[in-house]
C-alpha cells in the first residue's frame, strides 16, 4: 500500500541549530500539508503546497521556517534557527487532488526535540 | 479560524464495551474523516464521509456524517486492548482546508 515517507523520524538538536524534515508524498497526489502536532493536540497546519506552489503558508512563521516543493513531488521543511518551542511532532501529509471528495494521509512524523 | 469541538477528551472503559465518540463544528463541512493515532505514530485514517447522512463502517468502526453537516459521530464496537490510542477528527471546508479536533484519547482495560 503506498504511505507517505518521511525522515528522519527522530531528530534531536540544540538551539539555534538548523533541522531538515524530507517529505515524499504518495505517487500522484498533488497536494502536500506540513502539520505540526503539539502533545495532546491536533495537527496545526503549516504549509499547504499545490503541485510546486505554496497555496497557503500564513501560519508559517517565516523568519524561521522555510519549505520547498522544488519539481511538485518530494518537499523539505526546514527551521534555521531551531527555538525550545518548536520541539513538536512535524507531520506530512498528502492527498490527490484539490476538490471535494479527497482523503488526506499522513506519514509516520519526525519528532523534533529541541535542547 | 474554524473549531472542532471534539468529546469527550478521554475515554476509560472495559474491553467489550462499545465506544461513542463525536465533533462539532460551528461550520459546515464538505467531508469528515476520522483518524486514529498512537504513540510517537502519524495519524491513520480510519473511515472518510462524504455526504450528509451518510453511514460507514469500517469493521466494528462506524462513522456518522451529520445531517446538519456540522457534526459526525465515531462508533467502536465490542472494544478490544488494541483499540487504544488517540482518536482524531477532520472537517474539510470549502476552501480547501481541513480542520483538525483535539482528540479523544482511548483507554482499554482488559
Known amino acids: 500500500e503506498a504511505e507517505v515517507a518521511q525522515s528522519p523520524r527522530y531528530k534531536i538538536t540544540e538551539k539555534s541549530q538548523a533541522v531538515a524534515f524530507w517529505c515524499d508524498p504518495i505517487?500522484?497526489?498533488?497536494?502536500l500539508y506540513w502539520y505540526r502536532q503539539i502533545l495532546g493536540q491536533g495537527p496545526e497546519l503549516l504549509v499547504q503546497?499545490?503541485?510546486?506552489?505554496?497555496?497557503?503558508d500564513s501560519q508559517l512563521p517565516k523568519d524561521r521556517f522555510s519549505a520547498e516543493r522544488l519539481k511538485g513531488v518530494d518537499s523539505t521543511l526546514k527551521i534555521q534557527p531551531a527555538e525550545l518551542g518548536d520541539s513538536a511532532m512535524y507531520l506530512c501529509?498528502?492527498?490527490?487532488?484539490?476538490?471535494?471528495?479527497?482523503?488526506?494521509?499522513f506519514g509516520e512524523g519526525s519528532r523534533l526535540t529541541v535542547l | 479560524g474554524q473549531q472542532l469541538n471534539q468529546s469527550p477528551q478521554s475515554m476509560f472503559i472495559q474491553e467489550g464495551e462499545d465506544v461513542s465518540m463525536n465533533c462539532t463544528s460551528s461550520?459546515?463541512?464538505?467531508?469528515w474523516l476520522w483518524y486514529k493515532q498512537e504513540p510517537g505514530e502519524g495519524p491513520v485514517l480510519l473511515i472518510a464521509?462524504?455526504?450528509?447522512?451518510e453511514l460507514t463502517s469500517n469493521g466494528r468502526l462506524t462513522a456518522q456524517f451529520g445531517i446538519t453537516r456540522k457534526d459526525s459521530f465515531l462508533n467502536i464496537s465490542a472494544s478490544i486492548p488494541s483499540d487504544v490510542g488517540i482518536y482524531f477528527c477532520?472537517?474539510?471546508?470549502?476552501?480547501?482546508?481541513?480542520?483538525f479536533g483535539s482528540g479523544t484519547k482511548l483507554n482499554v482495560k482488559p
Open positions: 461550520s459546515i463541512f464538505n467531508t
Open positions: 464521509l462524504y455526504k450528509a447522512g
Open positions: 503546497f499545490q503541485d510546486e506552489s505554496v497555496v497557503d
Open positions: 501529509a498528502s492527498r490527490r487532488g484539490t476538490g471535494g471528495n479527497g482523503e488526506l494521509f
Open positions: 505517487s500522484g497526489h498533488a497536494t
Open positions: 477532520a472537517g474539510w471546508d470549502n476552501f480547501n482546508k481541513f480542520y
